[in-house]
C-alpha cells in the first residue's frame, strides 16, 4: 500500500522533519509514504479567505492521484481511536483492495469545500487546532500505530 501525504505548505522546522523521517522510516516495513508537500497561498489581509482556500485548493486537488483513496483532515471529520483507526485501515482500505490513500492536511486556513467535497472520507485527529507541522507528526504516529495494531505487534497504549 502506497500512502500520499499532501499538506499545504513546506516544512521547515528541523526538529518537525526530524520526527517525520523518523516515523517515515518506522512506517516503512508496512508501506511506502509519498510527501507532498504544496506551496501555501500567502494570507493577504485584502483577499477573501474563501479565495485564499480556493487557491490552495486547487493546488491539493491537482496533487491527488485520481485512484487514490482521499482522506481529508478537518476538526469536522470523524474523531476515531487510534484502535478505531487500525481497524479502518484494515477492514476499508487494505481489505478492500484500495493500493493507495492520500491524507490531505490544509494549511493555516483549513480545507476549500471543494476539497471536502472530493474526499471519500473525513477524519479529525482533534476538535483543536494544530499547525499543520504538527498534525504531519501526529497523523505519522498514528499511521504507525494503525499499522502496529494490525500487525499484532507491541505499542505503547
Same mark, same amino acid.
Given at each position: 500500500? *502506497?500512502? @500520499?501525504?499532501?499538506?499545504?505548505?513546506?516544512? *521547515?522546522?528541523?526538529?518537525? @522533519?526530524?520526527?517525520? *523521517?523518523? %516515523?517515515?522510516?518506522?512506517?516503512?516495513? %508496512?508501506?511506502?509514504?509519498?510527501?507532498?508537500?504544496?506551496?501555501?497561498?500567502?494570507?493577504?489581509?485584502?483577499? =477573501?479567505?474563501?479565495?485564499? =482556500?480556493?487557491?490552495?485548493?486547487? *493546488?491539493?486537488?491537482?496533487?491527488?492521484?485520481?485512484?487514490?483513496?482521499?482522506?481529508?483532515?478537518?476538526?469536522?471529520?470523524?474523531?476515531?481511536?487510534?484502535? #478505531?483507526?487500525?481497524? !479502518?485501515?484494515?477492514?476499508?482500505?487494505? @481489505?478492500?483492495?484500495? $493500493?493507495?490513500?492520500? !491524507?490531505? /492536511?490544509?494549511? $493555516?486556513?483549513?480545507?476549500? #469545500? =471543494?476539497?471536502?467535497?472530493?474526499?471519500?472520507?473525513?477524519?479529525?485527529?482533534? =476538535?483543536?487546532?494544530?499547525?499543520?507541522?504538527?498534525? %504531519?507528526? !501526529?497523523?505519522?504516529?498514528?499511521? %504507525?500505530?494503525? !499499522?502496529? /495494531?494490525?500487525?499484532?505487534?507491541?505499542?505503547?497504549?
Amino acid at each position: 500500500m *502506497k500512502i @500520499n501525504i499532501v499538506s499545504m505548505g513546506k516544512i *521547515k522546522e528541523d526538529s518537525f @522533519n526530524t520526527l517525520i *523521517k523518523e %516515523y517515515i522510516k518506522r512506517i516503512s516495513p %508496512y508501506s511506502t509514504i509519498i510527501r507532498k508537500e504544496l506551496e501555501d497561498e500567502k494570507i493577504i489581509s485584502s483577499q =477573501k479567505i474563501d479565495l485564499i =482556500k480556493e487557491k490552495e485548493g486547487d *493546488k491539493i486537488i491537482k496533487a491527488l492521484s485520481p485512484n487514490s483513496y482521499k482522506i481529508a483532515l478537518t476538526e469536522q471529520g470523524k474523531n476515531l481511536s487510534s484502535e #478505531e483507526l487500525a481497524i !479502518f485501515v484494515k477492514e476499508s482500505l487494505i @481489505n478492500s483492495g484500495k $493500493a493507495e490513500i492520500s !491524507f490531505i /492536511i490544509g494549511g $493555516a486556513l483549513g480545507l476549500s #469545500e =471543494k476539497v471536502l467535497d472530493s474526499a471519500d472520507y473525513k477524519l479529525s485527529l482533534s =476538535k483543536m487546532t494544530f499547525t499543520h507541522q504538527m498534525v %504531519y507528526v !501526529f497523523l505519522l504516529e498514528q499511521i %504507525y500505530r494503525a !499499522f502496529k /495494531i494490525i500487525n499484532g505487534e507491541p505499542y505503547h497504549k
